[in-house]
C-alpha cells in the first residue's frame, strides 16, 4: 500500500516568510509524528499525535512553530517568520497502534533552504 | 549516552552478504532492537526489529546473541541500492518511547 507522503518535496524561502509542510500517514495509522533532520545531524523530534489526545508539542523548537491534524489523519506543519538556522529536512513519520510503540514509517521528508 | 555502538563505515562487494554489527551492551529486558536505513536524500526507511530471537523479513536476518548484548544486521545479497547509512537502536516496547534518536550509524558503501 502508499507509504507516508509529503509535500513539497523542497521548498526554498527568504527568511521572515512563513511555510506550510504537509504529510499524508499510511491509511488508517493513528500515529503521527514531524522530526527534522540537520545537514549531517541526527534525528530531532517535533511533534507527536495520536488519535484525539492532546499532542505532545515537547520538541517544538520555537513558538514559531506549531503543527495540526485534521481529522486524524494529513498534518500540517507551519513554520512562521522563517530563519536560516530552519533550514534543515523536514521528515513525517506515521505508525499504528498506542502510544507510539509500533514501528514507524517514514516519508521521504521536505527540504527547506530558508535564504 | 549512547545506547548502541556501531562502526562509522564499511564496504561490501555487490552480490556478497553484508553483516553489520551493533553493541547494546545495556540494554533492558524489554528494549526491543530496531534497524533502520537511511539512502542519500531520502526519509528513514525502517528494515527489521527483534527482541531476542533471531528474525528474518524480505529485505534482511536480525542476530541477537544469548546474551542480547549484541545483534548483527544481515543483507544477505547487498546492492548497490543498498549503499546507506544504517542506523541500530534499542527502543522499550510497550511505553511511550516513541521518540525516535538515531546516533552516527554505519555508511555502508556497496561496490561494484
Known amino acids: 500500500g502508499a507509504g507516508v507522503s509529503q509535500s513539497p518535496s523542497n521548498k526554498v524561502t527568504e527568511k521572515g516568510k512563513d511555510v506550510e509542510l504537509r504529510c499524508d500517514p499510511i491509511?488508517?495509522?493513528?500515529?503521527l509524528y514531524w522530526y527534522r533532520q540537520s545537514l549531517g545531524q541526527g534525528l530531532e523530534f517535533l511533534i507527536y499525535?495520536?488519535?484525539?489526545?492532546?499532542?505532545?508539542k515537547s520538541g517544538l523548537p520555537s513558538d514559531r512553530f506549531s503543527a495540526e491534524r485534521t481529522g486524524g489523519s494529513v498534518s500540517t506543519l507551519t513554520i512562521q517568520r522563517t530563519q536560516q538556522e530552519d533550514s534543515a529536512v523536514y521528515l513525517c513519520?506515521?505508525?499504528?497502534?498506542?502510544?507510539?510503540?509500533?514501528?514507524?514509517?517514514f516519508g521521504p521528508g521536505t527540504r527547506l533552504l530558508v535564504l | 549516552d549512547a545506547k548502541t555502538t556501531q562502526p562509522p563505515s564499511m564496504d561490501c562487494a555487490e552480490g556478497r552478504a553484508a553483516n553489520l554489527p551493533c553493541n547494546h551492551s545495556?540494554?533492558?529486558?524489554?528494549?526491543?532492537v530496531y534497524w533502520y536505513r537511511q539512502i542519500h536524500s531520502q526519509g528513514p526507511q525502517y528494515i527489521i526489529h527483534?527482541?531476542?530471537n533471531n528474525e528474518t523479513n524480505e529485505m534482511a536476518s536480525l542476530i541477537i546473541t544469548e546474551d542480547r548484548k549484541s545483534s548483527t544486521l544481515i543483507l544477505p545479497h547487498a546492492t548497490l541500492r543498498d549503499t546507506a547509512v544504517y542506523y541500530c537502536?534499542?527502543?522499550?516496547?510497550?511505553?511511550?518511547?516513541?521518540?525516535?534518536?538515531f546516533g552516527a550509524g554505519t555508511t555502508v558503501t556497496v561496490r561494484a
Open positions: 499525535f495520536q488519535g484525539n489526545s492532546a499532542p505532545d
Open positions: 537502536i534499542v527502543r522499550v516496547a510497550g511505553s511511550n518511547d516513541y521518540k525516535l534518536s
Open positions: 491509511s488508517g495509522h493513528t500515529a
Open positions: 545495556t540494554i533492558s529486558g524489554n528494549e526491543y
Open positions: 527483534g527482541l531476542k
Open positions: 513519520a506515521s505508525s499504528s497502534g498506542l502510544a507510539g510503540r509500533e514501528t514507524q514509517y
